[in-house]
T-cell receptor, first 115, second 110 residues
Framework: DGGITQSPKYLFRKEGQNVTLSCEQN?????MYWYRQDPGQGLRLIYY???????QKGDIAEGYSVSREKKESFPLTVTSAQKNPTAFYLC??????????????FGSGTRLTVV | GQQVMQIPQYQHVQEGEDFTTYCNSS?????IQWYKQRPGGHPVFLIQ?????EVKKQKRLTFQFGEAKKNSSLHITATQTTDVGTYFC??????????FGAGTILRVKS
């Protein structure tokens, strides 16, 4: 079945550490996205990529980095510069059709906790 | 920049009652999408509305897109316990990216 796989499901990070969250899709979607969700809140866009080897900052990119070397993969690194990284991280993908097309497909998320 | 406001933030209903959540954009949208996130889960795409004044139904759910393409609503008739979760609208501005509302949390008391 096609879908998006995020790993790990739970991640604990010590202060000052960088951690990388994995996101892999086999939907053949060009566009991929990373969102952050805090308890009881909506989704805030961190980074997005519309094509391989290209990505753009979202609304809250500070303290995060991404790469898009392959169409299927869009890993997110939470760096030590991110002051409050504890959150639920969601990866999504979509077709690039801006006039309609399909909705976003989300992965099951990674819950990151700073200890 | 584009903003999408969603109300109410939270609603607690008795099973069998109706429920409505509203979404308003600061700019005209090319389309609007609705998602449902179950407690502890991830958002799942429900539907997309593209045309001005469009109305779509999925069983007990009715989705509307305003004439000016700046507002939308989701109405659930006769809620059931399986309807619990957070409902998000997300607006796509022409030539831009999807912007999510803050969501409406629905709780259903049986």
């Amino acid at each position: 079945d096609g879908g998006i796989t995020q790993s790990p499901k739970y991640l604990f990070r010590k202060e000052g550490q960088n951690v990388t969250l994995s996101c892999e899709q086999n939907l053949n979607h060009d566009a991929m996205y990373w969102y952050r969700q805090d308890p009881g809140q909506g989704l805030r866009l961190i980074y997005y990529s519309q094509i391989v080897n290209d990505f753009q900052k979202g609304d809250i990119a500070e303290g995060y980095s991404v790469s898009r070397e392959k169409k299927e993969s869009f890993p997110l690194t939470v760096t030590s510069a991110q002051k409050n990284p504890t959150a639920f991280y969601l990866c999504a993908s979509s077709t690039p059709d801006r006039t309609g097309g399909y909705g976003y497909t989300f992965g099951s998320g990674t819950r990151l906790t700073v200890v | 920049g584009q903003q999408v406001m969603q109300i109410p933030q939270y609603q607690h209903v008795q099973e069998g009652e109706d429920f409505t959540t509203y979404c308003n954009s600061s700019t005209t949208l090319s389309n609007i999408q609705w998602y449902k996130q179950r407690p502890g889960g991830h958002p799942v795409f429900l539907i997309q509305l593209v045309k001005s004044g469009e109305v779509k139904k999925q069983k007990r759910l009715t989705f509307q897109f305003g004439e000016a393409k700046k507002n939308s609503s989701l109405h659930i008739t006769a809620t059931q316990t399986t309807d619990v979760g957070t409902y998000f609208c997300a607006g796509l501005e022409y030539g831009n990216k999807l912007v999510f509302g803050a969501g409406t949390i629905l709780r259903v008391k049986s």
